[in-house]
């Protein structure tokens, strides 16, 4: 009889993230000499009409409805531009290049060094920027900061780039475009000590099962007389970072008052800066950072085309 494994090996081991901030390990190489990813905030979710333009879709230039993820995107500032040389082991830290304008509560995570020259020689370069999350109603001072990579191939353009940058704040609207595909990069809400049956999905035992029902029926063999890591075991759930490919930016506007929901956003509140409709979910909670960033491996099949939503309820979700 077929049996399929029980809880994906893909996710392994199981491990809860560092921090509150995905880490994103790779950047994707573009032509664009442009920064390639940004931070936002989720506000929460609610849903769309939107004019299907699939070509093969059954309900081809049909209003269907979709639900959309809504994320707030304060501006972003330029905190230094660090400089990379390859070597066998990986990139390799060389210099930085630090701006000498910054906002005060960024003394409340990190302090910017001094330097303000550039290496003589180096391979790559990239941008460490911070979030102004004071300009939102999370209740939050302290800003994220995250290092973000620069698309492009020649050196000096983005070296010109990343300078510009240095002294002046980043919108989103700069980055990304309506209808384009993106990754999203964040960490999942966290579910404390929990059981094989919702930890792993494993079948519920019949109701006569000796010692549990709510367990798996065998720890393994009696030879290698150990327990294999692969066994279904109860633990810890959720907080882990996880990344969510090729989803579709539906909007991107400036008026928050489109999207603002009568008696706010629950455990949300009001959202006051530039925002970000994304289709489907994404993975994390409301208050929480998570990385907008450009496509890894994009469909390559994929047709940008401009959404064209008819309605977006602003209803509240909290039956006022």
């Not at 939107?50 to 209003?63: F, L, Q, Y």
């Not at 995107?73 to 390859?86: D, G």
């Not at 999350?133 to 994220?144: A, V």
């Not at 309506?178 to 930890?199: A, C, M, S």
Request: aromatic share 8%; net charge positive.
């Amino acid at each position: 009889m077929h049996h399929p494994h029980r809880g994906s090996m893909q996710f392994w081991p199981r491990k809860r993230a560092a921090r509150a901030l995905p880490r994103v390990r790779n950047w994707p190489v573009t032509k664009e000499v442009k920064l390639e990813g940004f931070i936002g905030y989720k506000a929460g979710m609610t849903h769309a009409m939107v004019t299907d333009k699939n070509p093969g879709s059954p309900t081809k230039n049909m209003d269907v409805s979709r639900a959309v993820t809504i994320i707030e995107c304060p501006p972003m500032k330029a905190m230094a531009i660090r400089f990379y040389r390859n070597t066998p082991y990986g990139l390799n830290l060389v210099s930085e290049l630090f701006s000498q304008k910054y906002e005060k509560e960024l003394i409340r995570k990190t302090r910017p060094g001094k330097n303000t020259e550039v290496p003589a020689e180096f391979d790559d370069l990239r941008l460490v920027v911070y979030t102004q999350p004071k300009q939102t109603g999370i209740g939050k001072k302290q800003p994220d900061v995250l290092e973000i990579g620069i698309g492009g191939t020649d050196k000096a353009q983005k070296l010109e780039y990343a300078k510009g940058l240095l002294d002046k704040e980043i919108k989103v609207s700069e980055l990304f475009k309506e209808g384009q595909l993106i990754d999203v990069h964040g960490v999942t809400k966290g579910k404390g000590f929990q059981g094989t049956v919702k930890r792993y999905g494993v079948k519920r035992r019949q109701h006569k099962s000796e010692k549990t029902i709510r367990g798996v029926g065998t720890l393994g063999s009696w030879h290698p007389n150990r327990v294999q890591y692969t066994v279904a075991q109860p633990g810890k759930m959720g907080y882990h970072q996880r990344i969510e490919y090729n989803k579709i930016i539906y909007k991107i506007g400036s008026n928050p008052a489109d999207v603002n929901q009568d008696g706010g956003i629950t455990h949300y509140g009001i959202i006051k800066n530039d925002y970000v409709l994304i289709k489907g979910s994404v993975p994390t909670v409301k208050k929480r950072a998570l990385v907008i960033a450009q496509p890894m491996r994009p469909w390559q099949r994929f047709k940008q085309t401009q959404p064209e939503i008819t309605y977006l309820s602003t209803a509240s979700k909290q039956g006022l």
